[in-house]
């Protein structure tokens, strides 16, 4: 059994920032890429930021420059550090990670968390 747990979300005013966790657990043999979605009310679920094992990362369009992502792979951990917050980035944000677990031994794009509210509002 594989868990993604995240961290870290609230309400924060316009131009503040927050820091998002993710932590995956149980049966795994390895993790490729992790990444961060988001999805607003009435929304498509979207692409936010992705992180390969050696550390290159991909950001959509509307947060390059703001939110940073990074992982710990001793902890399989990842993070998103949100910076200079806009009502717009107001969603749940959920993370996902390819891996091959100890179960299966196939790899999988298919695991994610339970997501975490984001609220960005004065």
């Known amino acids: 059994q594989v868990q993604l747990v995240e961290s870290g979300g609230g309400l924060v005013q316009p131009g503040g920032s927050l820091r998002l966790s993710c932590a995956a657990s149980?049966?795994?043999?390895?993790?490729?890429?992790m990444r961060w979605y988001r999805q607003a009310p009435g929304k498509e679920r979207e692409l936010v930021a992705s992180i390969t094992t050696s550390g290159s990362t991909n950001y959509a369009d509307s947060v390059k420059g703001r939110f940073t992502i990074s992982r710990d792979n001793a902890k399989n951990t990842v993070y998103l550090q949100m910076n200079s917050l806009k009502p717009e980035d107001t969603a749940v944000y959920y993370c996902?990670?390819?891996?091959?677990?100890?179960?299966?031994?196939?790899?999988?794009?298919?695991?994610w968390g339970q997501g975490t509210q984001v609220t960005v509002s004065s």
């Open positions: 149980g049966s795994i043999f390895i993790i490729n890429a």
């Open positions: 996902n990670a390819g891996l091959i677990s100890l179960a299966t031994m196939k790899f999988s794009d298919d695991y």
